[in-house]
């Protein structure tokens, strides 16, 4: 018997509500089926043409390999909708491109927190996410969401991980107790010269300069000192590496034994048997990554994607997949013992033992900094 159209929205309608469809497919069907009757609603014609496709740009390697195994590939095979994928090894040169093209070339960007979100909210280039399509929001620590939410009321940016850049070390020629001792000044001990490595970023080199010179990166007082230490590290660096995959090569070759490092890249490094500690001495850069929503983005679709990223049994596949903790509240959501044995993992939910970076105040300094930092990685 044929089934009329209301008792046909009905059903779309039980099934959504039941999980069955997702929100994507539910729209453009019920569009659908009304089309088919001759009625005709403002939404329709936006839910019929619903993207296909979602772009995606992140920071490849490992990481990027656990989200598309465990997050996209799952998406797409049950939304229909695929996540088309670009990486980058500097967040700075993902904005730059953003920077000259037009709106929706770009989507959904692996961001790294609060201090890169005020430099796209202040470009022009956020969005405003409608939260209620992404209701497993609601198990995400709002330790995480606050410090977007004080930049942007409406956020364009939902928290996703998070982890530290620490001191890695070869336990073959630096004992735990050598690297405690020492923290941040193993960068800068001479006895390692030509075996140090370090990130190739303004930030981090002022960071942990800054640590060196007994200050708070966050408050500095004396920018001579902390320059002084930065050519410190280069001069004694063997390579300041630009990439997490670039980092685990010069460590597993062991032609760095002593590098300032990405938490969950280190783990990885553990988990292959390398022979690599970890040290986060006392204010090391604790950093969280967001998935960011661009202006000109197919918001219903990235939504959609993001709320199935933050399901608690794909968000804790990834977070094993990639050995950074999720930004799940682990007081609401149980985690796994492996999540709880990485570096940087906070179980309070709280993230008070974390030194993030102060937005405005690098915003500030920014530009004079980084124009310094290009002088100085040159040679000045």
């Known amino acids: 018997m044929k089934i009329s159209t209301t008792r046909r929205l009905e059903l779309l309608s039980e099934r959504h509500r039941d999980g069955n469809i997702s929100r994507r497919?539910?729209?453009?069907?019920?569009?659908a089926a009304a089309a088919s009757t001759g009625l005709s609603m403002p939404w329709m014609g936006r839910a019929l043409a619903a993207a296909t496709e979602v772009r995606f740009d992140g920071w490849g390697g490992v990481v990027q390999e656990a989200i598309d195994k465990l997050a996209f590939q799952p998406y797409t095979a049950k939304s229909g909708v695929k996540v088309v994928q670009g990486t980058f090894g500097d967040e700075n040169e993902i904005i730059t491109k953003i920077k000259t093209s037009k709106p929706g070339?770009?989507?959904?960007?692996?961001?790294?927190g609060v201090n890169y979100y005020i430099k796209y909210v202040n470009g022009g280039h956020n969005s405003e996410i409608n939260e209620a399509n992404i209701p497993n929001m609601a198990n995400v620590l709002q330790a995480m969401i606050e410090p977007f939410r004080k930049i942007t009321p409406k956020l364009s940016a939902v928290p996703y991980d998070y982890g530290t850049t620490g001191i890695?070390?070869?336990?073959?020629v630096i004992s735990p107790e050598e690297a405690k001792e020492k923290g941040a000044n193993l960068l800068t001990d001479k006895k390692y010269a030509g075996k140090v490595g370090g990130y190739a970023d303004m930030t981090t080199r002022v960071w942990y300069a800054a640590l060196q010179t007994g200050q708070d990166p966050n408050a500095i007082s004396d920018m001579d000192a902390v320059w002084a230490k930065v050519r410190e590290t280069r001069d004694l660096a063997k390579k300041f590496w630009s990439s997490g995959a670039e980092l685990m090569d010069l460590l597993s070759k062991e032609e760095i034994v002593v590098t300032d490092a990405w938490s969950g890249r280190v783990a990885a490094l553990q988990q292959q048997g390398a022979p690599i500690g970890y040290l986060d001495p006392a204010g090391s850069y604790a950093w969280m990554e967001?998935?960011?929503?661009?202006?000109g983005s197919p918001m219903a679709e990235c939504e959609e994607l993001i709320n199935f990223m933050l399901d608690p049994a794909t968000?804790?596949?990834?977070?094993e997949g990639q050995n950074y903790p999720p930004s799940l509240d682990p007081t609401k959501v149980e985690l796994t013992d492996k999540i709880a044995a990485l570096p940087a993992f906070d179980p309070t939910g709280t993230m008070e033992a974390l030194t993030?970076?102060?937005p405005v105040y690098w915003a500030e300094n920014e530009d004079a900094w980084t124009k310094q930092w290009d002088r100085v990685s040159k040679g000045a």
């Open 25 to 31: 497919t539910f729209l453009t069907l019920t569009a």
């Open 168 to 172: 890695a070390y070869n336990t073959k």
């Open 356 to 358: 993030f970076a102060d």
């Open 105 to 112: 070339d770009f989507q959904i960007v692996h961001s790294s």
């Open 315 to 319: 968000a804790i596949a990834v977070a």
């Open 290 to 295: 967001d998935m960011l929503v661009l202006k």
